[in-house]
């Protein structure tokens, strides 16, 4: 048992994705500790709680304390951060708007970073996060899960082997019920849209899958977005019900590729999946047409479903399972991406010596799925549909963002406006 290595992991926010991902992850870990070759065991300890009242920290410790080895509990408004010194790792599961300061705080002390998707608004706080990451020779991650699923590593391949070429266009959607904006989320709710919460997914998964990772070069050109209120807020308020966005590339020879993205929280509850997400991709010799609910399970429970089960669940994302051997863990691609980040720390920290540590680095950092600097492209989309919704609720809507123009990076561009403004000067 000596032999165990262990990572002390910081966890700040404690919500809805930290107990169906993060939690589950810790506590299997507890008892099947992770093994790789480089660093034989190692187990991830959840060491320091930061929430923003403290109250989810202490009904898990009330939990789960004993099992998780009595972490630290927090609130996030003391500075600096509690305990974040003994930390090996910090991982940022707070509201998107929230990201930021606690990633900033991390690196600044030298700890490696894992955020929730989306990574942070806006190019400026990336470009921070990514300096101090590299100063201070640390790991900043943000989790896309979304790239995990096999059906997409499936996707992944056909485009990456030349099988499927030069996607033209393409949807998604992503729908999310009701009580999300009403309930879950009703506490940061205000001035957010469900764009930069869900849409991200898409963003992401487009833009890896069918740009430079799998050798298609193309370029960011333009974003333009609108979106629907009334319901999360007022009708003329800057609270999102739904958005629809629009993100178009260009390919060296001028051909051009234009994707639709919508997303919602304004979804009825008792509808029979709890995410409707769909994709349709359209290259120059093939369509790939996938749902992420309707995989083939159909189920109905007398006064279980839909609301308390879902008729159409997506059982690959994370289910609890009993194997076969009588183990119940939960399983699927939102908990293997963590678990992921975690075997990157552990070959990063105890994978060989020490004179090595930065080659290991700076390898770790190749991998653009991941990390902060391969996420430009959907920090500038996320950042362009921001500002375009921003001017939408001020009474300008029908916004045009450009992207890598003459005037600057990220240029908004609304109708019967002479003036540009520029959101990012640099080059995105
Ligand atoms: N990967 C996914 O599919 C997925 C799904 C849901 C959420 N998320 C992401 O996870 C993050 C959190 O979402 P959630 O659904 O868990 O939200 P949630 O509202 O359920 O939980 C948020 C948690 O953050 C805490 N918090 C709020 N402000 C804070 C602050 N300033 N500092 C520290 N803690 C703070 C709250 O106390 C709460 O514990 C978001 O970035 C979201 O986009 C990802």
Redesign the pocket.
Known sequence: MENIKSLRIGM???????DE?YLPVFLETIRHPLWFPETGPVIPKLHAL????GT?GKDLLNRHGESLGKPSNHL?SNTPLPDLDQLDALLV????D??FS?AREALNAGKHVLI???SVLSLHELDVLNDIARKNNCLARV?Y?KLLDPDHKRLRTLVHDGVMRSVRSGYATLLEPKQICSQ??S??ITGRNPGS?VAV?YIKLIDFTFGPSSGQKWALKRISATGQRGLAGPADGNTWDSVQLRVEYEYPDSREAAFDIHTSWVNPDCFPGYVDQEVQFRFENAIWLAHQRKRGVELSIEGMTPLLIKETPNHHYNSELLDPWNQRSRQGY?LEVIRRFFGDIAFLNHGGHDSERHARLTSLRTQEWCDLSGDRNTVAIVQAMEGILQAHANGSPGGVVTVNGKAGGLVLCLPGDPVRKVLYDGKV
């Open positions: 700040a926010g404690l919500g809805m994705i930290f991902t930061y929430s923003r009242t989810r996030v599961a707070t509201p998107d929230r990201h606690l929730e998707k989306p989790v899960h879950q989320f506490e940061w919460y997914h939102g």
